[in-house]
Nanobody
Framework: QVQLVESGGGLVQAGDSLRLSCAAS????????MGWFRQTPGKEREFVAA???????YYRDSIEGRFSISRDNAKNTVSLQMNSLEPEDTAVYYC?????????????????WGQGTQVTVST
């Protein structure tokens, strides 16, 4: 059984940093792409960042340079370092896994999802 568990969310002020982590289990020995998505009420879940098994990274245009995704394949973890947070970054952040190495920005391609962690950035 695949399980993705996010941690690290919280309430911070604009300009602060947060580091989200995702612990994956049950994925077996498969080169999954790991991604982070976020969602606010009334809006679609949107792509934030992704990283391939080999370490290729992909980012949403609006966050590139502020966020950094990384993974530890030995520990089956993926992290999202978020710097210079803005109120517009407020959302529930989800960790996800996909075996599609091409359409890494498409949420429909992700088969497994975590429960999400809330990030709130105040002014």
């Amino acid at each position: 059984q695949v399980q993705l568990v996010e941690s690290g969310g919280g309430l911070v002020q604009a300009g602060d940093s947060l580091r989200l982590s995702c612990a994956a289990s049950g994925l077996a020995d498969h080169p999954y792409v790991m991604g982070w998505f976020r969602q606010t009420p009334g809006k679609e879940r949107e792509f934030v960042a992704a990283i391939s098994h080999g370490g290729n990274t992909y980012y949403r245009d609006s966050i590139e340079g502020r966020f950094s995704i990384s993974r530890d394949n030995a520990k089956n973890t993926v992290s999202l370092q978020m710097n210079s947070l803005e109120p517009e970054d407020t959302a529930v952040y989800y960790c996800a896994a996909s075996n599609d190495v091409v359409f890494v920005r498409s949420r429909e391609r992700y088969r497994y999802w975590g429960q999400g962690t809330q990030v709130t950035v105040s002014t």
